[in-house]
């Protein structure tokens, strides 16, 4: 019996995606790169963005992260974010007892996910961090769909348990990774140095 109830799905990807409405991102910078980094693969942020906003109405793109102010490689990155679509919150880095630096975001994407219900009607969450369930679930009673979307061993089930879509980012690694360019002067500007010394949550 409930092997036959799990193979039976109620609607095809294809309707999940009709009734989206506008949607707002919420991107895990370090979430997000330390899942690129199993991947053995670099984000190509335009490609992203396009591919999480799938053709619907784009309210607002956060993208949330770590920074040392003194690392002019990482400001050059994020400004080249704010030109391009992203809303970047940003949080100066605490160092550790062990050496490490971190920046914990989790706070400002539960409550911005909090405050813009209303705004939006689907919330796209890139993050694995299951202390974004609480919020996320209590987003969805408020009549908002949320869509998770994050490297799966590095997602918490309860955060997978309380969305409405997942996708794991190795399904879609082909359409948001960077092509390399051979024999080329010019390159992107390259996230790494944001994430060096940061440890993943």
């Known amino acids: 019996m409930f092997e036959d109830f799990e193979q039976d799905a109620l609607f095809t990807p294809d309707q999940l995606l009709e009734n989206r409405g506008r949607v707002a991102i919420f991107i895990d910078g370090s979430n997000l790169f330390y899942a690129a980094l199993q991947l053995g693969i670099e984000i190509d942020y335009t490609k992203l963005l396009h591919c999480l906003t799938g053709g619907s109405r784009l309210l607002r793109a956060f993208f949330y992260t770590g920074v040392d102010r003194s690392n002019e490689k990482q400001q050059g990155f994020l400004l080249w974010m704010r030109r391009n679509g992203y ?28 405050s813009l219900v209303g705004s939006y009607d689907t919330a796209v969450v890139v993050s694995g961090d299951g202390d974004l ?68 949550t």
Do not use: C, H
Request: glycine share 2%; hydrophobic share 40%.
């Open 87 to 114: 809303r970047v919150i940003a949080k100066d880095l605490v160092q550790l007892p062990d050496g490490s630096k971190k920046a914990n975001l989790d706070v400002e994407i539960a409550v911005d996910l909090m």
């Open 133 to 200: 369930a609480y919020a996320a679930d209590a987003v969805s009673y408020r009549g908002a769909r949320i869509e998770v979307v994050s490297l799966r061993s590095m997602t918490s089930d309860s955060l997978i348990n309380v969305s409405d879509r997942y996708v794991d980012l190795d399904s879609i690694k082909e359409e948001i990774q960077k092509q390399p360019r051979p024999n080329s002067a010019y390159r992107n500007v390259n996230p790494m140095p944001i994430f060096s010394q940061e440890k993943s």
